[in-house]
């Protein structure tokens, strides 16, 4: 038989996130005003469209819109938990280079972020601005979760130095990406996957020998990804998408 083709399209159920708990089937949810002209004005939705809403707590629920914009849960379900842990702090950037951070490392599935000013730093934080930043850098998490599916809303800290953080994080193995390090990460990169990975990486201006000293007497292993010198917008979800093929969901069929 010839001339034909068969063409098989997967239509994705849209989701979205809402900071309200889901509980039962039945339950009626009110969605925030800014959601529902999104889902009303921009989308065309209309009562009786089925969307998913997921929350903080990782519940997945499938919702049908009712005629006054709010929804009717119908299922729900908790999102399992991620195969490997993943940590990234990152070294404070300029602007749009953190934005990108946050954004590009939710779609490949750090759990945890930590923004911290370290000694070679060329963004800053504000403290007059850091509500509002910490309110926008929430958002760009919440949609960038949307938008791949990552059930599992990432954590945001902004307020600790690297020494402090270094203490907090206790991560089953901890790297810090070091271009002065002669430790390769291959050799570095455990056999059976870890259940946590926390990794480090420097401003623009990199890491100096200070702050590798304190992490490193925190249990940091410093190590280079070779002879490139990575961005610092770069570094990190270079090696994130590593781990996520070596450990995590990347790995899975």
Known sequence: MSGFAWYIIVVTMRSFYISHPLTSPGEVVVLPEDLRRHLQSVLRLVAGDVIELFNDDAIVARAKLTADGSVS??????????????????????????ELVLQKGTELGVNHFYLTAMTRSVGQLKEDRKHKKVQRWTKILQEAARQCHQYHLPTLQVDQNIEQIACRVGSELKLVLWE???????????????QSVAVVVGPEGGISKEEVSILEKSGYIAVSLGPRILRTETAGLAIMSVLQYLYGDLATG
């Open 73 to 98: 849960i119908l299922e729900t379900e908790e999102a399992p938990a991620p195969r490997c842990d993943l940590t990234l702090i990152q070294g404070m950037p300029k602007g749009e280079k953190l």
């Open 180 to 194: 002065e390090s002669q430790t390769s990460l291959l050799s570095v990169l455990p056999a059976s996957a870890p």
